[in-house]
T-cell receptor
Framework: GDSVTQMEGPVTLSEEAFLTINCTYT??????LFWYVQYPGEGLQLLLK?????DKGSNKGFEATYRKETTSFHLEKGSVQVSDSAVYFC???????????FGQGTRLTINP | DAGVIQSPRHEVTEMGQEVTLRCKPI?????LFWYRQTMMRGLELLIY????????DSGMPEDRFSAKMPNASFSTLKIQPSEPRDSAVYFC????????????FGPGTRLTVL
């Protein structure tokens, strides 16, 4: 079955550091890929998405590129801020399907 | 747009009591999802609706859980009787039909069963 694997957390960085959170997936065909962010005490927010190979999703300084050849969708940001501290979830869904398949989440803490 | 609205935000109840969680999806969205989040099990999809009709309830843990969607703007998740192991954060999410649209989540209801 479909699955999403994220790098294990927690991840702790200093402000202005470069961020990478790895995400790989196992799925047939060409699923759509998503990154969600969950701030403390809140629900998940859609951060960015990509719907086909080589697409790059971007939002709030975060980027992720859909790599079909490596089945990856790594999240990157060039300079993180304390306000980026949250849990990040990678997810996929197949065309025509409704169920999101989530990774286990990666907790990110940014220290000033 | 107000986003997905859930109530209550926090609920504390005693074992054996009935609990009802409420959700108002984003207007115009065709799908509604109920999730449960715990530290041990992460995010679990409980049930989802399409145009108010339950499509897949295979994630509902047992008969104590039930969900309804009487109209396009309202859904409930009921637990009767509640047990301490039901303590979790319950999220409602909605999405519009379309090949690549994502789901939009509400703020969640934190349920504590004593």
């Amino acid at each position: 079955g479909d699955s999403v694997t994220q790098m294990e957390g927690p991840v702790t960085l200093s402000e202005e550091a470069f961020l990478t959170i790895n995400c790989t997936y196992t799925a047939t065909g060409y699923p759509s890929l998503f990154w969600y962010v969950q701030y403390p005490g809140e629900g998940l927010q859609l951060l960015l998405k990509a719907t086909k190979a080589d697409d790059k999703g971007s939002n709030k300084g975060f980027e992720a590129t859909y790599r079909k050849e490596t089945t990856s969708f790594h999240l990157e940001k060039g300079s993180v801020q304390v306000s980026d501290s949250a849990v990040y979830f990678c997810a996929l869904v197949h065309q025509g399907a409704q169920k999101l398949v989530f990774g286990q989440g990666t907790r990110l803490t940014i220290n000033p | 747009d107000a986003g997905v609205i859930q109530s209550p935000r926090h609920e504390v109840t005693e074992m054996g009591q009935e609990v009802t969680l409420r959700c108002k999806p984003i207007s115009g969205h065709d799908y509604l999802f109920w999730y449960r989040q715990t530290m041990m099990r992460g995010l679990e999809l409980l049930i989802y609706f399409n145009n108010n009709v339950p499509i897949d309830d295979s994630g509902m843990p047992e008969d104590r859980f039930s969900a309804k969607m009487p109209n396009a703007s309202f859904s409930t998740l009921k637990i009767q009787p509640s047990e301490p192991r039901d303590s979790a954060v319950y999220f409602c999410a909605s999405r519009k039909a379309g090949a690549h649209s994502g789901q939009f989540f509400g703020p969640g209801t934190r349920l504590t069963v004593l």
